[in-house]
């Protein structure tokens, strides 16, 4: 039996513990996605898309879907988390399922509606629910394996003209130590005119072997704005799958704010299609990775109307024997007059056996557009290290500084003033002698 088969053996076993088996329409979404997973099989490198990245530890080992929480977890323990202490609407998932004690989204706001996907699947309706189309299909085998196995998830729904005050942070806090899995989808649907923040944490309890597999669907309608913060603090030992796919209508503006620290292997698709006219999206990124770490950045944006924006920037920081990867794609297609759009990778190696492969790209199909990509792969200065040398400052804690400078351009980025106060701690903490850099920086 090979990884594909046992993987097909694995749903048919599990099958009456995932939600909604006894509803006809979640067992055709289950069956359908795990066809086409079947189809698809596990990529191998010859295929362009997956040139960087290799999933042999999936089909080496089978990585079954958690079926409970594996470990329970008090509230005092929840709040030493990183951005736990955040004044936010909060759910927390614990191994792959929903935690109402640690939770806290009561009271909602009016025209704020919240529900855990679950109760969703497991609703006996006789037609599928509108934010799970009974025939979608991905060429991700990553999404095909989220589709058939979904377990849990938030359905988020902002009515028109509501601005949320508090963000909805969304918190996954992984115990597993046995090489489980677990799948959750979050939908976020915002209707016109309305304003949120919404907020990924994704965190381990030790150093267990686990697979964590997600994915984000955002529709904006005409005028909505969304920003989306995610830090990935995952176990050294674990891996991070995720794909966030996003659709603006007309005036509506994403932004997306993304910080990867963890993992063994990463691997972040973003997938975003300016639909109407005069839509705009913003990304930024920051990934450092240490050891032998695998962080890959993906991104693909669609200019499908005229008269939108999109900008993107990306730095990576790569040490020991990690590798790095940014992938960023952008196409204008042939009626996006006016589309105005712009790449930028910046990268630093701190080591001879580091890596980090970069690769913006423009596919440009309309004459009446503005535009431009770069990449740059390089080390630190050395006349800006020798001027902080020359100031009296030891090369240990000058290196850090100019790391420090490097990466809070990209926090700066952040709009939520809280967040950015958040990330320059956890930023300090994967410094060396990040302490004595905190006093210098006062």
């Known amino acids: ?166 963000p909805i942070h969304l918190q996954y806090i992984n115990t597993i130590k046995n090489k489980s899995a677990s799948y959750s989808r979050n939908v976020v649907i915002m209707e016109p005119n309305s304003h949120a923040q919404l907020i990924e944490s994704h965190v381990a309890l030790g150093e267990g072997d686990y697979v964590n597999n997600v994915q984000v669907d955002i529709q904006l309608e005409t005028g909505a704005q969304l920003q989306h913060y995610k830090l990935q603090l995952e176990g050294q030992s674990g891996m991070h799958f995720s794909e966030t796919q996003v659709e603006l209508a007309s005036d509506s503006h994403y932004q997306n704010h993304l910080f990867a620290f963890g993992s063994q292997l990463m691997r972040n698709n973003i997938k975003t299609k300016l639909n109407g006219a005069r839509a705009g999206c913003l990304l930024n990124g920051l990934f450092i990775s240490q050891s032998k770490q695998h962080l890959e950045m993906r991104t693909h944006i669609d200019h499908h109307a005229p008269s939108c924006t999109s900008r993107e920037t990306y730095r990576g920081i790569a040490n020991d024997k990690s590798h790095g990867v940014f992938d960023g794609t952008v196409v204008v297609h042939p009626h996006a007059q006016k589309s105005d759009a712009r790449v930028t990778t910046n990268n630093l190696l701190l080591s001879q056996g580091s890596e980090i492969d970069a690769k913006p790209q423009l596919e440009i199909y309309a004459d009446d557009v503005k535009c431009s990509h770069g990449a740059t792969i390089g080390q630190l200065d050395e006349e800006v290290l020798y001027y902080l040398r020359s100031r009296g400052i030891d090369e240990a804690t000058s290196r850090n500084l100019m790391l420090f400078a490097f990466a809070n351009h990209i926090i700066e980025q952040c709009p939520m003033n809280a967040f950015q106060s958040a990330l320059h701690g956890l930023l300090l903490k994967q410094l060396q002698s990040g302490d004595q850099l905190q006093e210098l920086l006062k």
Request: glycine share 4%; charged share 15%.
């Open 1 to 166: 039996m090979n990884a594909v088969e046992s993987y097909q053996a694995l749903y048919w076993q599990l099958a009456e513990q995932l939600p909604g088996h006894e509803v006809a329409w979640v067992r055709a979404m289950r069956e359908t996605a795990l066809q086409h997973f079947a189809e698809l099989g596990f990529p191998t490198r010859k295929q362009e898309a997956w040139k960087y990245t290799q999933l042999q530890a999936l089909e080496k080992n089978i990585y079954h879907p958690t079926t409970s929480q594996q470990q329970f977890i008090n509230n005092d323990d929840c709040q030493q988390l990183p951005l736990a202490t955040l004044d936010a609407y909060k759910l927390v998932f614990v191994d792959g399922h929903f935690n109402w004690i640690l939770s806290d989204i009561n009271p909602l706001p009016d025209g704020v509606v919240i529900n855990e996907l679950s109760n969703i699947l497991n609703s006996q309706t006789k037609q599928q629910h509108p934010i799970f189309p009974l025939t979608q299909q991905t060429d991700d085998v990553l999404n095909a394996l989220n589709n058939a196995f979904i377990t849990t998830g938030a359905a988020i729904n902002i009515l028109a003209d509501v601005q949320l005050e508090k």
